[in-house]
């Protein structure tokens, strides 16, 4: 499965953005999916997944109350509603496809979109 992250871009803190994540050349609802944040460092913490269902989501404590995420199967995107952004939110967001887990390990992965830039000014 192919994956397309879109929706980044420079937004001032306490504004929106939606990100969407569209797979192609196979069914998201047949994996889980996650978003990961990308920061300075380096590394990609987990942000948010989703069950093959969409009945069950975790969040990374940081986004809990602040951001969704959700998918739409008819459309085989996953999307994730970002509100009340702060400065440290800002970083490159990948959607990701998990096979089998609901994990928060990147490593665990499968499969991994290009990446979208979401920076949040101050």
């Known amino acids: 499965v192919q994956l397309q992250a879109f929706g980044g871009g420079l937004v001032p803190a306490g504004g929106s953005l939606r990100l969407s994540c569209a797979a192609s050349g196979g069914t998201s609802s047949s994996y889980i999916m996650g978003w990961f944040r990308q920061g300075p460092g380096g590394e990609r913490d987990l942000v948010a997944l989703i069950s093959r269902s969409g009945g069950s989501t975790d969040y990374a404590d940081s986004v809990k109350g602040r951001f969704t995420i959700s998918r739409d199967k008819a459309k085989n995107t996953v999307f994730l509603q970002m509100n009340s952004l702060k400065p440290e939110d800002t970083g490159v967001y990948y959607c990701?496809?998990?096979?089998?887990?609901?994990?928060?390990?990147?490593?665990?992965?499968?499969?991994w979109g290009q990446g979208t830039q979401v920076t949040v000014s101050s």
């Open positions: 990701a496809a998990n096979k089998y887990y609901n994990d928060y390990r990147a490593s665990t992965y499968d499969y």
